[in-house]
Every structure is written in structure tokens, then in C-alpha cells.
């Protein structure tokens, strides 16, 4: 059985793919003899020459596989059909957009090989990024942490490694919207961070747009915890005890002949407007949840493979 197997999701990054595979040969593969490792590039239904400069890599180097997928279905999809179709001791997953340091790997051997751990991340200290890119992925890591992973690193990890039997697990789940990282550290096997600092992106743009973190967001926060339910409940007695107070001192106010009523519009709009965007907020949360019930039932895959080049 291949020892390693490093799974690279490709959606349009034809200006990275020959500098990330010679790199990955020169700094990953040669410097692990004792250990058989291969590239596994997984097309997300490119548009651009993607496909083709992966091809015309596979023909001069034995230690590439390609899965093209029928069409764009996300980069999670894309990194699941490299993990379900490759057999391999352990998996490493890391992006195609040379952000992340490629010799970081070999600490990711030595960690699963010597050290037995089966899941080893790279966690972002630091980032060579805006100041939006950075304040939101800090909010919703810090929600990940309080709501459903106490152990989820600060900075997060995108760059990693798992031993097949966490694979296993992860697939055995078979989570229709899925929070990948959380499904890792779901499983609860040993786990070991490694900080690093993750690069300002040199070439081309980013296809991780803003719609597809919060869908992201979304899904790693419903998919394992009960939180926003509950806060459907303790808000729903808040505000109607809210209201019963209100009411007593309307009825108080009348009684003691303090103020004019009818009692102004404003107050009454005011009221109308907090409670239907509280009832509107708390029946998308409701929806949210039918939802993914919906897409776990239908079992719907999660990718469809085009070819697979072994």
C-alpha cells in the first residue's frame, strides 16, 4: 500500500500546478525514500487549461493520479473524492495556490510515522492577508471553539494530515453538508497542531469567495451543535416575558391616567418590526436544520467523477 498520498483539490490554478507538483517532488517525495508517497490532484471542473497542464504532468511523472470531476462542485466535495478513491496509509490534504509552506509535510510524516498521531494540522498564526480576511475567520473559530470544538486550533487548519483510519471514519459519516475539519476532530484521535504562517496569495484569485465561507460557516456550526435551537427557546420566553411586562405597564399606565393613548405608532412599528424579524430569523435557523435533514435522507453524492487516471 502507498505510505502517503497528498490530495490537492484544482479549480483553476493552471499558474500554480507545475511550481506546486516540482516543488512538492523536490522537498516532499525525495526527501522520504524510506516511505512511498504519490500527488493526487483532484479537478473541481476547472474552465481553464487546469486539466490539461495536469495531464501533460502525469505523462512525465509516475507519482501523479488525477480525478476530474464532471463539473465545479466545491473544494470540500473535490478533497472527499480524493480521500474515498485513493487507497493510502495516511493522507495529506493541502491547497493549489502555494499559500502553505510544502516542507511542513515532512513534519507531518514525522509526526504520524514516529510519533503515532493520527491527525496533525498545520494551524495559521499568522497570515500574510487583510485585515477583513482576517477578523472573520477569527470569529468563527472562536464560535467553532465555544459551540462545538473545544480543541479546535485558534487560527484554524485548512493543511493537514490524517491516518486512514480517521479516512475511514469520515467517510463512514457520510455527512451530507460537511464541515470537514470538524468531522477530523470529531473522530477524537490524537491530534497535534504545528504552527505556521500562511503566505499572501502571488498568483491568480482566490475562488474561495465570501458567499461560500459563510455557507462553510453555516454548515460547521448547525451540523454539530444544538446552539442555535436553544437560542430560539431562551429568546422566545425572553421576549414574551418582554411582552407580559410591556402589557402590565400599558395597562398600568392606563389605569393611573399617565400618557395619552392610543399609544403612539412608533412603539407599535417598533414592536412589529423586532418581533417578525425575531419569528423571520428563528424560521430560517428552523430551515437551515429541515434542510440539511433533507440533503442527509436523499443522499445525494457529494461529487460525480468525470475519469479517474491512475
Known amino acids: 500500500m502507498i505510505d ?19 516543488t512538492i517532488n523536490e522537498k516532499v517525495l525525495k526527501k522520504n525514500i524510506k516511505l512511498v508517497g504519490q500527488v493526487v490532484f483532484c479537478d473541481d471542473g476547472s474552465s481553464d487549461n487546469s486539466f490539461e497542464k495536469l495531464i501533460q504532468l502525469k505523462s512525465k511523472y509516475s ?26 496509509k495516511c493522507y495529506i490534504v493541502i491547497s493549489a495556490d502555494l499559500q502553505d509552506p510544502i516542507d511542513l ?28 480576511s482576517k477578523i472573520g475567520p477569527k470569529i468563527f473559530y472562536t464560535l467553532i471553539r465555544k459551540l462545538n470544538f ?7 487548519f ?3 494530515l490524517i491516518s486512514k483510519r480517521v ?4 467517510i463512514r459519516m457520510n455527512q451530507a453538508n460537511s464541515f470537514l475539519q470538524g468531522e477530523i476532530l470529531n473522530t477524537g484521535y490524537k491530534a497535534k497542531f504545528i504552527p505556521y504562517r500562511r503566505l499572501k496569495r502571488l498568483v491568480g484569485k482566490s475562488k474561495w469567495t465570501f458567499s461560500k465561507k459563510i455557507t462553510y460557516f453555516i454548515d460547521g456550526i448547525l451540523g454539530y451543535s444544538f446552539f442555535p435551537l436553544r437560542l ?6 425572553l421576549i414574551f416575558f418582554f411582552a407580559m411586562f410591556f402589557s402590565f405597564y400599558i395597562i398600568f399606565s392606563k389605569f393611573i391616567g399617565y400618557g395619552t393613548f392610543p399609544l403612539g405608532w412608533t412603539t407599535l412599528v417598533i414592536l412589529i418590526l423586532f418581533l417578525n424579524s425575531t419569528i423571520m430569523v428563528f424560521l430560517g435557523i428552523i430551515g437551515e436544520y429541515l434542510w440539511r435533514t433533507l440533503s442527509q435522507t ?6 460525480v467523477i468525470d475519469k479517474l487516471f491512475d
Open 4 to 22: 502517503y498520498s497528498i490530495i490537492i483539490p484544482v479549480y483553476c490554478n493552471s499558474q500554480t500546478i507545475n511550481e506546486l507538483y516540482e
Open 63 to 88: 507519482s501523479i493520479k488525477i480525478i476530474k470531476l464532471t463539473r465545479n462542485f466545491g473544494q470540500v466535495p473535490a478533497i472527499y473524492s480524493g480521500l474515498t478513491n485513493i487507497e493510502s
Open 105 to 132: 509535510m515532512n513534519q507531518f510524516l514525522l509526526n504520524h510515522v514516529t510519533k503515532k498521531y493520527d491527525i496533525v494540522g498545520a494551524e495559521r498564526v499568522i497570515r500574510d492577508d487583510s485585515w477583513l
Open 150 to 156: 473545544p480543541n479546535y486550533p485558534p487560527g484554524g
Open 158 to 160: 485548512d493543511y493537514f
Open 167 to 170: 479516512r475511514d471514519e469520515i
Open 232 to 237: 430560539m427557546t431562551v429568546s422566545g420566553i
Open 298 to 303: 436523499r443522499k445525494k453524492p457529494k461529487y
